[in-house]
Each structure stands twice: as C-alpha cells, then as structure tokens.
C-alpha cells in the first residue's frame, strides 16, 4: 500500500456536480489517491472529465472506464484498484469538509505507524437537505467512546434511527477484500451490504466527533426518493436477503452480544425497509415480494425471523389488510417528518 486513503468515487452521468466533490476530496493531499470509476456514463461528459481530472493530478486521481453495472461494481473496482490503508467511497454529489478532513487525515498517519492499524473509522455525516437548505447531523456520542482505541464490546445502544452507514465508516482496505466483499451489479441500496458484511471482521474501531460526510439529499431522481424507492423494491428485498444470508446473526450475537445486537437491528430496520416500500408500491408483485421475504427470514433462521418480526418497527409496518396498510405508510411519512431520513 503506497497511500494512505483510497477515496472510490461512482460516477454516473454525474458531470454536473462531481467537480465539487473531487475538489474537496483533493484537500486530503498526496498521501490520498482519488479513483473516479465511470460507470458506462452516456449522457454527458461525465467521461472526459474523470480523464480531465487524472492528467490534471496524475499522483493523485485515476480514472477507470467501465461497462454500465451500477453503482455497486463501481464500489468493487475502487477495492480491486485501491493501493490505499483505507477505504472510502464518497458519491459524487456529496462532498468532505475540509476541516474535518486535515483531522482525519492525521489520525489515519497515526493509524499506519502501528503494527496493527485500526479496522474500521468512524466520523458523523450530516444530512444536507436541498428542499429545505437544513441540515441535520448525524453522530455517535451516545454509542461510542471517544478518541480512543475501543472493540464492539466497547459500545453502548444505537438510538432507532442510528446507523453506521456508508457515510459514516472508513473500512482498512484489506479487511474488505479479506471478508470477500463484493457488491451485486446493477442494484441499487447495495451500501448497506458494504456497511453490514465487514462488521464480523472488524477487532478495533476509532470514533472521532466530527462531521465529515456531508450527503446531498432532496433531488427528485434520487435513489432514496420515496417514489424511486417504492419502484425498486425488487432490488431494496435482493439486498436485504444477500444481507441475511451473510452472517449466522444469532450465532455471532451468543459470542459477541453487543455486535450481533447491532446486526440483528440493522437486519430488522431493513427488513422494515423492504416492508414499508413494498406497501408503498402497492402491486400484487410487491405485495408478493414482502411476504416471499419474510418466508426467507424464516426458512433461513427460525429464531432471528421472530426476533425480527415482533420488533416494534416490524409490527408497525405489518398491520394487515387494506387499513393496516394504510395506517403503516401514514406510520412510515410520519417517522421520516420526524428524522428526516430521505
């Protein structure tokens, strides 16, 4: 490894804004290489720039054309190129404050003067809501401790709406090949396998106060849109299974009580995800998907599907019939009001 950081930037048809979030991720200097993976883009110039860029600073940045296959293969090809300690992928219409970053940096160089660098980094990411100009932090004080060295036995309760997302983590990059990450093709939501399949693996983590990931969200062709979201509820169930068929939760939960409760959490929130969206979308085929899901869960693991099912959150978005719909959905808008979390 000849850098300190690999940041893996996605770009598709993304020529409007990426230069923005190229320009920040600069400010991580040399020690910091920036690989731009153009994702089969066609209607605009989104490939010139990414080439643009990588003669402007070919220490820094490489470019690296390839067939349209989603935004998880670009994912997968930042793992397979980077010569970074660590790993980031930041989307090309969200940034990295400056400030934050210097910090970051610094503790990363401390990082890689041990003779066991630190598995996984921890930063807040903020929310940068476009329809309404706020923002909205998200932090982990009340989790982890702080500016020090710690493991999963470490941690304390996750609020329902707190999640290590892919904004939040910075992954050492052998970890990630070591655990066999690799992200499904032409699917959309596949953060929350580059968040989840890691975790078993991580020994040591680091949390530092900081709002370093600063996430664009509001744009009507979004992938977290509601509309957007109800209308690709197959790829939002494919994700949830290859997430369940990933670990033995349980198991990891009897020798790792704190860890696996986080997974089982995770696994519930999306479980409730995929419900609430399948409801949303409101076809047979939706309809169907939920209830084949759920099968899943039970075929795969007794246990972890009654865990799952009679969490509150699952309850909420499983009242049957037409009313029970109903009331779910009304349910779900109320909690985003609440959290504003897309």
């Known amino acids: 490894m000849d850098k300190l950081i690999t940041f893996a930037v996605p770009c598709y048809n993304s020529a409007a804004y990426m230069d923005h979030c190229i320009e920040t991720l600069l400010c991580a200097g040399e020690d910091a290489e920036i690989i731009l993976v153009d994702d089969g883009s ?12 990588a ?15 989603g935004h998880g293969e670009g994912v997968n090809q930042g793992i397979r190129h980077a010569r ?42 903020v929310y940068e809501h476009v329809e309404d100009n706020t923002r909205k932090v998200m932090g982990y004080k009340n989790v982890f401790p702080l ?34 990450l690799e992200l499904p ?32 969200i509001g744009r009507a062709d979004q992938s977290v849109n509601e509309a957007v979201m109800a209308g690709r509820i197959d790829q939002q169930v494919r994700v949830t299974k290859q997430m ?26 999306m479980m409730s995800i995929s419900s609430i969206f399948s409801v949303i979308a409101n076809t047979p085929q939706s309809l169907g998907l939920r209830t084949e899901l759920w099968e899943y869960l039970r075929q795969k693991d007794a246990a972890l599907y009654r865990r799952c099912r009679y969490k509150a959150t699952n309850l909420g978005t499983n009242i049957p019939g037409y009313q029970g719909r109903k009331l779910s959905v009304g349910l779900y808008r109320l909690a985003r009001k609440i959290y504003k979390f897309n």
């Open 42 to 53: 066609t209607k605009d110039d989104t490939p010139a720039k990414c080439d643009e860029w």
């Open 244 to 269: 369940i068929a990933a670990h033995d939760v349980m198991a990891i939960k009897a020798t790792q009580p704190r860890l696996g409760r986080y997974m089982l959490n995770y696994l519930s929130m």
């Open 84 to 125: 970074g300690l660590y790993y980031k992928v930041v989307d090309s219409d969200d940034w990295l404050d400056a400030d934050a970053l210097g910090q970051v940096m610094a503790k990363l160089r401390e990082f890689a003067a041990m003779p066991a660098p630190v598995d996984l980094f921890i930063a807040n990411y």
């Open 185 to 216: 093709k032409h699917t959309f939501y596949v953060d929350n396998i580059f968040v989840y399949q890691p975790l078993p693996y991580v020994k040591t983590l680091y949390y530092m106060d900081l709002d370093l990931y600063r996430y664009f």
């Open 147 to 180: 500016n020090q060295i710690f493991t999963w036995e470490s941690i304390r309760h996750f609020r329902t709406s707190q999640y290590l997302l892919m904004h939040s983590v910075i992954y050492r990059t052998q970890l990630l090949r070591d655990c066999g």
């Open 55 to 69: 003669a402007k600073h070919p220490d820094i940045i490489r470019a690296i054309h390839q067939e349209n296959g």
